[in-house]
Nanobody
């Protein structure tokens, strides 16, 4: 069983920062790509950022310049640093890992509000 556990969500004011963590049950290098998705109420789940096994990254236009995806291989953990948060960033954030199949964490709530 592949287990992905997200943490770090919470309530933050606009302009604030949060760092999300995704801890995997095994080596993250066994996945060819890992990433973060988010889903706001009434909206489709969308890609936020992903990082490949080789270290390449991609970001949604809406978060480029504000969010950074990174990894710590020895800790089997992928991070999403979120800066300059906006109310429209409010969503449940999900960790995703791809190998022979696609795996998902349970999600962590991020709420950006005054």
């Amino acid at each position: 069983q592949v287990q992905l556990v997200e943490s770090g969500g919470g309530l933050v004011q606009p302009g604030g920062s949060l760092r999300l963590s995704c801890a995997a049950s095994g080596s993250i290098l066994s996945f060819f790509r890992m990433g973060w998705y988010r889903q706001a109420p009434g909206k489709q789940r969308e890609l936020v950022a992903h990082i490949t096994n080789s270290g390449g990254t991609n970001y949604a236009d809406s978060v480029k310049g504000r969010f950074t995806i990174s990894r710590h291989n020895a800790k089997n953990t992928v991070y999403l640093q979120m800066n300059s948060l906006k109310p429209e960033d409010t969503a449940v954030y999900y960790c995703n890992a791809m190998r022979e199949a696609s795996y998902w964490g349970q999600g962590t709530q991020v709420t950006v509000s005054s």
